[in-house]
């Protein structure tokens, strides 16, 4: 880490609206907050990488599909790809599937509304950059805001993920049709990990709560920090 | 030329959309309607259909929740 401080990027695309909320969430947690804009190829160097919520170009087409092919995507699929922690929340984790680094989908939530509220959910992996800091079974209370949070992967997936715990957080009150009320998962290699729950919109007492920080600080314990 | 193509959520997957139309058409008075699905139309003019399988793989569908099919149509 060069001595200094743990570096962690935020990509920005066109239509993300929470990247100055992980930018603010970074500098909370004692990191420096690195800024990756979505037509550089390129990621400054840093340790970690939170792709953010928001609706990426719009979600036209379908959350995610486009910012899948942004240019600095390159460079973060590689990092993934070679053991760097990302974090994928909300349209981020939707970025994260389309892009293949997390398998299966987000769905359109079963009961079609926008789901905006703050809901239980128990930290399932602890073996994962994101979750290294929580205790097993520790349950958070974290917001959710989106339209297409309902997690589907095909029954085999489903099994896989479950036996080799993969399910990262689980909701305790299902709040959109998420198959097995999977609120996260991370890939094989458990380094990339997707949530649909905003730990960044708490992460200050003045915001309500700073549980959130319970995951983004996890990161640093995997730094060595 | 002008390709068509069509792309729908995959059999057995939830179409919350399609549920929801379905259950609007009778509250309009229109009886007998015992399924509705609801996909998407993307209409293309392309020098060559050679890519278009490729198009809709990578990017205009998700093989993950949607299937598609695509046409010339002019």
């Keep these: 880490m060069g001595g200094g401080r743990v570096r962690i990027g935020v990509t920005v695309f066109p239509g993300s609206n929470c990247d100055r909320d992980a930018l603010y969430a970074v500098e909370r947690m004692g990191a420096e907050p690195v800024e990756l804009w979505h037509a550089d190829a390129d990621l400054k160097g840093v340790d970690a990488v ?29 990092f993934a790809r070679s053991g760097g922690p ?11 599937t389309e892009a293949h680094l997390l398998p299966g989908a987000l769905l359109r939530n079963t009961g079609m509304r926008f789901v905006c509220d703050r809901v239980r959910v128990r930290v399932e992996a602890t073996d994962t950059p994101w ?3 929580c205790e097993p079974g520790e349950e958070l209370t974290l917001p959710v805001a989106h339209n297409e949070g309902n997690y589907f992967a095909d029954a085999e ?11 990262v957080l689980r909701y305790l009150e299902n709040p959109n049709g998420s198959a097995n009320d999977i609120a996260g998962v991370c890939n094989e290699g458990r380094n990339v990990v997707g ?11 003045a915001l309500g709560s700073d549980e959130g920080l319970r995951i983004l600080r996890s990161v640093l314990v995997g730094a060595g920090v | 030329m002008k390709v068509r193509v069509l792309v729908r959520p995959k059999e057995g997957i939830l179409d919350p959309q ?3 139309v379905k259950g609007a058409l009778p509250a309009l008075g229109f009886g007998g309607v015992t399924s509705v699905h609801i996909g998407r139309l993307i209409e293309m003019e392309v020098e060559s259909e050679d890519e278009v399988d490729a198009m809709c793989r990578r990017l205009l569908a998700n093989p993950t929740i949607e299937e598609y099919e695509w046409e010339v149509v002019g």
């Excluded at chain 1, 792709?51 to 590689?78: C, H, K, Q, T, W």
């Excluded at chain 1, 990302?86 to 994260?96: I, R, S």
């Design chain 1, 86 to 96: 990302v974090l994928g929340v909300c349209n981020g984790f939707q970025v994260l």
């Design chain 1, 131 to 133: 979750t290294t800091g």
């Design chain 1, 157 to 167: 997936t489903l099994a896989r993920l479950e036996d080799e715990g993969r399910v």
């Design chain 2, 18 to 20: 399609g549920e929801a």
């Design chain 1, 195 to 205: 949530i649909m729950p905003h730990p960044e919109r708490v992460s200050d007492p």
């Design chain 1, 50 to 78: 939170i792709v953010p919520g928001g609706f990426s170009y719009g979600d036209y087409l379908r959350p995610g599909a486009i910012a899948r092919f942004a240019n600095v995507m390159g460079p973060l699929e590689e």
